[in-house]
């Protein structure tokens, strides 16, 4: 896929693919990434007990979880080397249940600043070969520099 | 704890502590209900490997799905009888790392409408005695009158 | 320009047409409507003295609030007759400064549900034959049935 | 009024003042500043032909827009001398319809971070002496640090 974005790191698939893996929630919900593009990223996940809500559809809270991990790799495919990326704020809208055995998001930079990244995503629920649009949403993502991605970053580091 | 509230439904506890005990999603978090009065929800969870994102903090998805329920259910104190709660629509901001060992939610309702009903939540992590609030957002959550809140209620059930 | 969405009201040209004239705060702006289809409303205005904030460019709230009227306007587009539109709650994101003659907002249903109507828009400052894409946003409308468009409704009759 | 925060500039009142006294929509829509304090600001407006929608309530993007500029000021009060304010982004949810003689915003800062800084903005329509609380939101306000506030800082100087 041809996107109008020019990544700064000739690297970003290999760096988005090693922060996903050493995120212990996406591992536990069992997400796994199906597209990384410069400013696109798709995830998806497979249903198990323990991702629904009292009626039975994926918890909306879960959608909006792996919409907004799509939306930051959407972002962090387009950092530069040596620096994180830090949800700071999101909206989602529910369109319909998210009712099915698997559950996509798909995250699309809308604009890349110098400091703040703004992606729209959108979470899709499929059962028996039919999709529905269950969640459109924008988030802002802030691209620390000079900072690690691993672990023990310390509270202070990613002050935004 | 006072509010200024009127519950519609006198076992308003019981019906809430009913709909969150059939929440898998909540159970597979390990959040459990600490209080509830009528327009107030609080939750809260202790840490447990599968919970954070790359950094080692709790994934900002977990803490607006956190956020969301504890809103939900804030809501959910208030409605008539035979009625069940969807949201429709929430944005969050995050305002620190989510920290520590115990993660909290709290939501309140600010505007008990008709049909749509809006709500504040805010999150606090606990560290070693320190409590840092990590996120605040806003969450409208939609009054569903004749729908029961049991599982199979059907996609068309939920139409907003 | 062909849209997904069926009208349920085949005078919805009109009916959107009179509902924008009658807003004052609309004229004082100096906006109008480019183009009315389906589930799609665009506006525009030209710069004058008293729309700008201190650096000149539009100020974001008069920016958010055409792109509010734009979504509004998409929405009442495919409503029925005897109702009238009203919004719930919306989030905006700023993306570049608002700087030049003139100002567009194009609004795009996203999700026509039965009460609530999910709706797109985007705004776009225009200078020297260069379009910059100022504002994208996210706008929740409520479908308010049996009620009047028309001035004196009364505070009751708007209850969400 | 006391508050929790420390401003970095002593003269932190006179430089909201003179930055608002420059915002030509705010001359416009004719609106003032009630109070000034760290972290704190309250704008109000009188109504005027030209203000409101055509239920004849104030515009819910006017309202939006006094909450915008209510909730800018309230950080800028806290930012350090030789900066500018820009709204990133916000979101606001409709409470109860603005109708009366007399609009009132409220803005207080939640977080004051390095850069980004959170901010609670409620909106209040007067009438008769009865105040209804008629919008809640959230919003994100960048920190622009060695800018002028002032006219023609251009394009690129506002970069986020």
């Known amino acids: 896929m041809q996107t109008e974005f020019e990544p700064r790191n000739p690297n970003y698939e290999s760096v988005v693919r090693d922060s996903f893996s050493r995120q212990p929630y996406m591992a536990d919900i069992g997400a796994r990434i199906d ?40 972002c962090y495919s387009l950092y530069p080397p040596n620096s994180t990326v830090l949800t700071t704020e999101f909206k989602v809208s529910f369109l319909n249940p998210a009712q099915g055995g698997r559950l996509k998001a798909k995250g699309r930079v809308v ?50």
């Not at 028996?128 to 310390?154: R, V």
């Open 35 to 74: 597209l990384i593009e410069p400013g696109i990223c798709e995830l998806s996940l497979e249903t198990r007990p323990g991702l629904t809500q009292q009626h039975g559809f994926f918890h909306g809270g879960l959608v909006a979880a792996l919409a907004d991990s799509a939306a930051g790799y959407a």
């Open 111 to 160: 604009k890349a600043g110098k400091t703040l990244f703004v992606c729209q995503a959108d979470a899709y629920a499929e059962e028996a070969g039919k999709t529905s649009h269950c969640l459109t949403g924008l988030f802002t993502m802030m691209c620390l520099m000079g900072k690690s991605d691993a672990l023990n970053l310390g509270r202070e580091a990613v002050s935004t």
